[in-house]
């Protein structure tokens, strides 16, 4: 069993829609971050959070560290949210990040 | 520089080739992290360096891979007799902050795609 998981793999949505991207993980975290990952390869910093809820503009991330659950929802979606978005998970004891395999998001016009 | 910078952004080795991959991390970052990506799946770990000291190697697949960063801050991923598998995108990452430290966010270059026939 992968230490981070992350669902759906795939999603489809049209613009407008709220999507809903969860990670979940096995291992006692100090944070977890919610990373985009556009076509090219260029890597962004969404959020960083090891407790609640934190918003960025349409962009909301939470976790529940009892359940050792996170989501990112994106509301009001556009077409440029478009991108592979990654949770990675810091240990508690560990020196490097746990990556999730990734949600390949397409928004559609 | 603003960012973390990588270079090459591609190479293209042909197998058993030594190739060099180079990581400009932002200045006065502790933390440096390389990670291999193969497509379609999430970076995985290969190693991290507090300043100088490359404290973890674990994630180094085979004895071919070696990474430096000798003064603190450049780093140099270096992988020698170059095999189709080794065929990724390598991502150098850099934080503020010392690993262990919580809530210390990540900075990613934009990788360099390598690509071995």
């Known amino acids: 069993k992968n230490e981070v998981e992350q669902s759906p793999q795939n999603l489809t949505a049209q613009e407008g829609e709220f999507i809903t991207i969860n990670c979940s993980y096995s291992?006692?975290?100090?944070?977890l971050h919610w990373l985009q990952q556009h076509p090219g390869g260029g890597i962004v910093s969404l959020f960083m959070l090891s407790s609640g809820k934190k918003k960025h503009g349409r962009l909301i991330a939470t976790i529940n560290i009892q359940e050792k659950h996170s989501s990112l929802h994106i509301t009001a979606s556009h077409p440029r949210d478009s991108a592979v978005y990654i949770c990675?998970?810091?240990?508690?004891?560990?020196?490097?990040?746990?990556f999730g395999p990734g949600t390949r998001l397409s928004v559609l016009p | 520089g603003a960012g973390v910078s990588q270079s090459p952004r591609y190479k293209v080795a042909k197998r058993g080739q030594d190739v060099a991959l180079r990581c400009d991390p932002i200045s006065g970052h502790v933390s440096l992290f390389w990670y291999q990506q193969a497509l379609g799946q999430g970076p995985e770990f290969l190693t991290y360096?507090?300043?100088?000291?490359?404290?973890?190697k674990s994630g180094l697949p085979s004895d071919r891979f070696f990474a430096e960063r000798p003064e603190g801050s450049v780093s140099t991923l270096k992988i020698q007799r170059t095999q189709q598998e080794d065929s990724a995108v390598y991502l150098c990452?850099?934080?503020?902050?010392?690993?262990?430290?919580?809530?210390?966010?990540?900075?990613f270059g934009e990788g360099s795609r390598l690509t071995v026939l």
């Open positions: 360096f507090q300043n100088e000291a490359q404290l973890d």
């Open positions: 990675a998970a810091h240990g508690l004891y560990g020196q490097n990040f746990v």
């Open positions: 291992v006692g975290i100090s944070a």
């Open positions: 990452a850099s934080s503020p902050r010392q690993a262990r430290e919580a809530g210390g966010e990540l900075f």
